[in-house]
């Protein structure tokens, strides 16, 4: 997956001169800040807007038609959604989700594919989830098709299995997911019921109450709870929740001092090894306290393996193995629903979340 790689913006070529003299160059605009794509940036208010304009020295540039772009920072969905409705934005990168039907219908939104993985986490160092019949229990006791259908309301495919669809397998047109499957059934209550009185706690007697946490946000609390209750409900269980400002949610990920956390991931390239080798162990995002040394051989293989039918196969019995011993606890495939005026186009955003304005044009 080199090629895929050189698409990151950490492989983007900088200038020299620039970068040599001043490693603090992209912090800010300065009379040194130097940009080689199609736009240029020309004003930069921390925390409120960022302006380009056409870069007159692109390569490429007689086939740029758009002349300015202004980026407002707007924090609140609804606030931007006024602006928009009001013409004060032509588009927005997220969409209150109680409007989002509403707006896709009208045609002023659209629902992107996006490659991410919205799914919680258990602490497994830590009693009752260092056991995989608890951990599986709860995955299970869940309705990952009501929690789309009714609260996420973006067309979010269910999860039940870590790798999203839209990533490549060996063949091509062939897709991952598809080829992998699902690992467990949504919703399966009475396997779940009976995995947790294995574990001895039937019926969710003895079991502690636990915190589930989650960075602030109306749309994780909406679903958080919904969860809450499925548990409660399904299981007999209790668990609080739990909503961190940023830095503390980070501080407290990174420690491993949680019993559950929402978590996700975003593909970083074209490969189901950008979402595996995530779990390796020491790995810098397995915030688990999992490890599992056949998983990490078969990671490792994959890195070296050159032939792609058996370098495919061995991310898949990896992926087998971490949904296996399920450390996470996978719940929707992300989309990308955006606010977009019926006047910009030629507006592209790739799965990766890069948005590309080169050819985009107001008509």
């Not at 467990?184 to 969710?204: E, R, V």
């Amino acid at each position: 997956y080199f090629l895929a790689l050189t698409a990151l913006p950490e492989m983007m070529p900088v200038c020299k001169a620039v970068v040599s003299t001043n490693d603090k160059w992209a912090a800010d605009l300065t009379n040194n800040y130097v940009t080689d794509g199609p736009f240029k940036l020309t004003q930069w208010s921390h925390n409120d807007k960022m302006v380009f304009v056409k870069n007159p020295t692109y390569w490429d540039k007689n086939t740029v038609k758009l002349t300015k772009i202004t980026y407002l920072m707007v924090e609140d969905e609804s606030t931007a959604l006024s602006m928009y409705q009001s013409g004060q934005l032509d588009a927005a990168v997220s969409v209150p989700i109680s409007e989002l039907p509403k707006l896709v219908a009208s045609g002023d939104a659209q629902i992107l594919p996006e490659l991410a993985s919205y799914y919680y986490q258990f602490n497994v160092t830590k009693k009752p989830f260092n056991d995989v019949r608890v951990r599986k229990a709860l995955t299970l006791a869940i309705n990952r098709t009501a929690i789309t259908a009714s609260l996420t309301k973006g067309e979010q495919p269910p999860a039940m299995a870590l790798v999203p669809y839209g990533m490549p397998d060996v063949l091509p047109g062939s897709d991952f997911r598809k080829v992998g499957g699902s690992y467990f059934k949504d919703n399966d209550i009475a396997t779940a019921k009976a995995l947790l009185a294995q574990a001895g706690y039937p019926n969710g007697k003895g079991f502690p109450t636990f915190t589930l946490g989650f960075i602030t946000s109306d749309a994780r609390r909406t679903i958080a709870e919904a969860i809450q209750q499925m548990w409660k409900k399904n299981l007999g269980i209790i668990c609080t929740l739990k909503n961190e400002e940023r830095g503390v949610y980070l501080n407290d990920w990174a420690s491993i001092n949680y019993d559950v956390m929402w978590t996700g991931n975003n593909a970083d390239y074209m490969d189901p090894n950008t979402f595996l080798e995530v779990f390796v162990t020491g790995g810098g995002q397995n915030n688990t306290g999992w490890s599992n040394k056949s998983y990490d051989a078969l990671i490792a293989k994959a890195k070296v393996t050159t032939d792609p039918k058996a370098r495919m196969a061995t991310l898949h019995a990896a992926e087998k193995i971490i949904m296996t011993d399920m450390p996470i606890l996978p719940i929707y495939f992300y989309t990308n629903p955006v606010l977009l005026s019926k006047h910009i186009k030629n507006f592209y955003e790739s799965p990766l979340g890069t948005i590309d304005w080169k050819n985009a044009y107001m008509g």
